[in-house]
């Protein structure tokens, strides 16, 4: 695998902030593809031994993804709006909420915390 300049992206400058999290972007697109490169290497082998290394080395990757996540949204205020709203999006969409109501989270007076869901028969409300 051909190994990465680690000189490429070196500007005559210190990068700003919207600059340094477009570069951090890079970072995070590297360890996921790492995630996936030793999650195939995992589901190719029946070695303990070098699965339970694969595991570990696996599982480090995915903690630089989310620490370099949250370097992101320091760095870019505008992600840092989407993640919030996102978590109230994804709140609203698995409770049933209306798109009109998902769609307006972020458009003034956001939506709802609490979306009640219509009445639905199910199994245990038929049970008296």
Partial sequence: MPQTNPFHSLV???LTDSE???????????ELDAINLYAA????????????ILRH???EEREHAALF???????DP?????DREASQKYHLITTGASHEEVEAVGEG????AE???????TVGSLRK
């Fill in 12 to 14: 005559p400058r210190k």
């Fill in 20 to 30: 340094l999290a477009r570069s951090i972007r890079l970072n995070i697109e590297a």
């Fill in 41 to 52: 290497h995992l589901d190719a082998t029946d070695n303990e031994e070098a699965k339970a």
């Fill in 109 to 112: 007076g956001g939506a709802p």
């Fill in 57 to 59: 080395v696996m599982d």
């Fill in 69 to 75: 996540w949250q370097l992101i949204a320091r760095l």
């Fill in 78 to 82: 505008e992600q840092a709006q989407h």
């Fill in 115 to 121: 979306v009640e869901l219509p009445k639905r028969l």
